[in-house]
C-alpha cells in the first residue's frame, strides 16, 4: 500500500444517553431503560477500541447539569479518546463549560433551530471542528421527511437535507444524524436519506438511529456513505462490542481501526 | 514539573490527566512565570489561529516561551492548534503572524469535498521519518485522532517528524531540536497517544 492510498478510518461510535446521570436507551426516544453508569460504561467502550464517545444529557432539569460536567471530567481522567457532548446547549457558555470539563466537540440541535446565529457564533469563536449540528429527523406518514426539536418533540417545518446544508453554512463540523423512528428499533439505518445528506455535504456526516446488527454497521458506511455510525442498542443490549464490530467491518472490506 | 499554558484556547483537562496517567507532575499554568520552573512545556490548543496569537501576545505568553523555549532549549509540545501556531503565519480567516520557529505557513486544506471531508476528523495513520524520536516503539500504521481543517506547510522538509496523508502528505508531526509538535491529538489517541506523551518527556534536552 502506497501513502497515498491510506484513507481516514470509518468510526464506531457508542452513544450514550444520560438523564440524571444514569445511561439510559429506549425507543424512538421513548420507554427509557436504565442500563448502567456513564462512566463504567466509557471505561468498558475505550478498553474495547471505540473510536470515540458521545454523551447526549436529557436530563429535563437546568439544575442538574453538573452532573454532566462531572460525568465527562471523570471519564476524562482515565479515557484518553475525544468526546462529544450535547443536550440542552443554550448558550456559549454552555459550550464553553463542556469544553473545559473535557469535551473535545459540542452538538448542538434545538439551539440551533431557534438561534442559527448562535452556531455560527459558536464556530467562530471555539473553531468549527468543536460544533456538531445534532439533526433529529422523522419520515412521516406521508414519506416527507422533517426535523424535530426539544428531544423529539417538536416537529419543524424544514426537510433534514436543507437544515443540514444550513448547519454546514453556519460552521459546523460535522453533522450527527439521527431517525427519530428508527431509534432502538433494531431496523437498519434510513439509508437513503444518510446516503443524501452524506453525498450533499462537505462535514463528515455520523448516522445514527437503528443499528441493530452488524450487517447494519456496514450498510452505513458502505450504502450510507456515512463517515461515522453512532451506536446505542447494540452495544448497551447485545454481546457486540467495538472491537467485534471493527473486526466484521474489515472482513466486509470497510476501512476501521482495528485492535490499537 | 509539566507546563501546559492555558492561554484561554481549548481543552487542557484531557493534557494534563493524561500527564498524570503517565505518573508525571503537570500543572495547568495561567501565567508566563509557571514557565520559569517547568522541565517541559507544553502548548495545546483548540480554536482559531488570529484569537490565539492575539491571546499568546496579549498575556506576555511570547516573550516567556521565546526565552524558555527558543533560548532556554526547555523541551516542547505543541499539540494541534499548538503546532500550528509555531509557522511563520497562519491563513484561518485573516493573514496573521505566527510564533515563527518553524519556517513556513498554515493552510485550509483544498481537497474535493465529495472525496474527501474537511475537517479531517477521526483517525488516521502517520508515517514518521526514520528513527524520529517521538515515535519510537510504534510499529508501522499506528493510528492517531485527528481533528483539524488547517495544516502546516514546512519550509525546510527536514522540520518533519511524521506524514499523515489526507488527499495529499501534510505534516502530522514536526521536531526541530528541542521544539516537538503533532496535528494530532497524543492526549486523544488512546494508548499510541500516550506513548508519544511518554517518549516526549523521555527527552530531556540537547
Redesign the interface.
Known sequence: MT??E??????LIPKLLLKEGRTVKGVAFQDLRDVGNPVTNARIY?AQGA?ELIFLDITASQEKRNILYDII?RT???C???FTAGGGVRSLEDVRQL???????VSVNTAAVEHPEFMREAA???????MVGAVDFKKESNGEYRIYTHGGTVQVEKDPLAWCHELQELGV??ILLTSIDRDGTNTGLDLDLTRNVA?AV???VIASGGVGSLAHLAEGFKDGHA??LAVGSLFHFTDQSPIKCQFYLKGEGVDV?VG? | MIAIIDYGM??L??VL??FE?LGEEARVIATPAGLAEATHVVLPG???FP?AMAALNKNGWVDAMQREVVEGGKPFLGVC?GMQLLAEFGEENVHCPGLAWIRGGVKRFVLN??Q??????????I?PVDDSLLFRGLGPG??F?F???YHMICEDTADIAA?C??GY?FPAAIRRGNIFATQF?P????????KVLENFLAYRGA
Open positions: 501513502a497515498g491510506r484513507m481516514l478510518k470509518k468510526r475505550n473510536d471530567a476524562a481522567e482515565e484518553f479518546m475525544p469544553l473545559l470539563a473535557g469535551a473535545d466537540k467562530q469563536r471555539f473553531g468549527r471542528q468543536c463540523g460535522e453525498d462537505d462535514v463528515p463517515s461515522a481501526r490499537q | 481549548g481543552n483537562l484531557s490527566k493524561a496517567h483548540v480554536g482559531a484569537d492548534l469535498p465529495k474527501y471531508k474537511v475537517p479531517h476528523v477521526g483517525w488516521n495513520e508515517t499506528a493510528t485522532y481533528v483539524h481543517s506524514y496523508d489526507y502528505p491529538h492526549e486523544k489517541s488512546q494508548d499510541n497517544g500516550l
